[in-house]
């Protein structure tokens, strides 16, 4: 049975996966150029879409914002320790980075922030009806993140947008499970609240519930 | 959600990665009738798992990042190792050396083309010279200026007909076509092969359907060996099908990608290729064809996002059983 003290950081043992990305991430750390050029065509792609996600589908500083978080990520791995996947880890400097972006934006131009975000491409499982009100989700998620504070918009949008469970963000974060899961509780809580304010998305949460 | 029940906000997340067990499933979906909190959680999650998911111009995009962070002053700067103070003694010896080399290169690039050849190859300097020089198209270019070769002609015509030098002639070499195509090419209008793709991809983020469809097609004509051609291909036929609700003409374009396997497997598109391949295939009804297109991507591709998919439409196909008539070929192998 595994023990672990309420209010420290989970840690390693023998039954973790190994990651496979780990020895990668500690010779690019050491300044391999070969190994950064893989690391960062291997990860990038996973840093996209969290950007993505946090800025929305078209925004026109997706690629600046991926770049610095690519610069970001390289300059952390000299003390990156491993206390978290390499893929988590990137992928929380790149939801920090947009979000930093989100921030900056707001302050500078308040009209100027959202993108409009064009619907993906249709599929076979959703009308274009569903797809409206999905992007409306996520745009209520997105400004949702402005509002709140840093801690909670990371793990909202880590959990959320990018499906990392509580011991994921914890790890990639370094702060106790228990930590994240009370912010979690109450990024959730406010995110209910905007949706059921809107009695068009109450109605289809309660039709695909 | 009680206060003596906390959510189970790992278990919305595996459920999302399908990795829940059936006992799991049951009690999620217990936690979920009496707790609108997570109803919501889960839902405006799966809308960003559809949201986010990977596009065909990711591909470029990820690759001119790496670029741009590889030639970043920042990155040397943050993961340079310790310089450690070289030794008198140790910079003479670096000094001797530079000076050296400094020298050799002199009267290499001086010397007769035979004495530089036979002198290079004894310094081992050969190979290098060869592969600095491969890619570049404009030394290419002039070396091509000084001694005209059938290859100018047809690198200048979009490398369609390429006819090798005689093997003697060392300026003369063949060059394997990918090099010459790394390169965009530029036309002599102005107009390039990215910034074509750039605005046509601005036109269909703008909902243009038909500026984007002529951009791209205007790009896959002016430059058909291009890299952005090979990946307006799929983002055409994921238009055509898609908006444009033109399942023939979107096939086309997938089977064109399908039919350079070696180039869109080299820009990540051949998962791509087979899923709008298929997709394709199922809104012309031609089943025969779709349900062996799910087959090669789940066989080259078992971990792929479009895997639940093809498992899904494989399954409607088997219980349907449904055999469509006689169906041209696929272009797929």
């Known amino acids: ?209 | 959600m009680t206060a003596a029940q906390p959510c189970p906000d790992s278990l919305l997340a595996r459920a999302r990665a399908g990795t829940l067990s059936s006992l799991e499933k049951r009690q999620l979906l217990a936690h979920l009738g009496q707790c609108e909190t997570c109803r919501v959680s889960l839902v405006v999650g799966q809308d960003f798992d559809a949201a986010v998911a990977a596009r065909p111009e990711d591909t470029l995009l990820v690759k001119r990042v790496a670029d741009a962070v590889r030639a970043s002053p920042a990155l040397y700067a943050s993961v340079s190792p310790p310089k450690r103070r070289a030794r008198p003694g140790r910079r003479l010896w670096m000094y001797g050396v530079a000076a050296a080399w400094l020298t050799i290169s002199c009267v290499v690039g001086a010397a007769r083309p035979s004495f530089r050849r036979t002198l290079a190859v004894f310094l081992g300097f050969q190979d290098h010279e060869v592969r600095r020089d491969a890619p570049a198209a404009d030394v290419v270019a002039r070396a091509e200026q000084k001694k005209p070769s059938p290859i100018k002609t047809s690198v200048s015509s979009g490398g369609a007909e390429t006819t090798p030098a005689p093997a003697e002639e060392p300026a003369a070499v063949p060059r394997p076509e990918g090099l010459v195509r790394a390169e965009s090419p530029a036309a002599p209008g102005g107009a390039h092969a990215k910034e074509l793709f750039a605005q046509a991809n601005a036109k269909r983020r703008a909902g243009d359907e038909s500026g984007a469809r002529r951009l791209y097609q205007e790009l896959q004509q002016r430059y058909p060996q291009s890299p952005e051609a090979e990946v307006s291909r799929v983002a055409l036929g994921r238009l055509l099908l898609e908006r444009s609700q033109d399942p023939k003409a979107a096939l086309d374009q997938f089977d064109r990608a399908m039919n350079q396997p070696g180039q869109s497997d080299q820009a990540g598109l051949a998962e791509e290729t087979l899923f709008g391949r298929a997709t394709a295939l199922m809104r012309l009804g031609r089943t025969d064809d779709e349900r062996k297109t799910w087959l090669l991507l789940l066989d080259r591709f078992p971990g792929s996002v479009y895997a639940d998919r093809a498992h899904a439409r494989l399954r409607e196909i088997s219980l349907a059983g449904v055999q469509d008539g006689p169906t041209p070929k696929p272009a797929v192998k």
């Open chain 1, 1 to 209: 049975m595994r023990l672990r003290l309420v209010g420290t950081p989970a840690k390693k043992d023998a039954t973790s996966p190994v990651d496979p990305l780990a020895a990668l991430s500690r010779a690019a750390g050491l300044g391999d150029a070969h190994a950064i050029d893989t690391l960062l065509l291997t990860v990038t792609p996973a840093m996209l879409r969290a950007v993505r996600g946090v800025l929305g589908g078209d925004h026109r500083e997706i690629e600046d914002v991926l770049q610095e978080s690519a610069i970001g990520l390289v300059g952390a791995l000299k003390t990156f320790r491993g206390e978290s996947t390499v893929l988590h880890f990137a992928c929380r400097i790149a939801v920090l980075s947009a979000l930093a972006t989100r921030r900056r934006l707001r302050e500078r131009a308040k009209d100027l922030l959202e993108t409009p975000e064009v619907l993906p491409l249709a599929s076979n499982e959703s009308s274009p009806v569903e797809l409206a009100w999905a992007a409306r989700r996520r745009a209520i998620l997105r400004d949702l993140c402005d509002a709140l504070p840093s801690a909670q918009s990371e793990a909202l949008v880590l959990h959320c947008m990018l499906g990392f469970t509580v011991e994921e963000i914890a790890d990639a974060g370094q702060v106790p499970p228990n930590t994240v899961r009370s912010r979690l509780r109450l990024a959730k809580e406010a995110l209910r609240t905007r949706i059921v304010a809107d009695p068009t998305l109450r109605e289809t949460l309660e039709s695909e519930a």
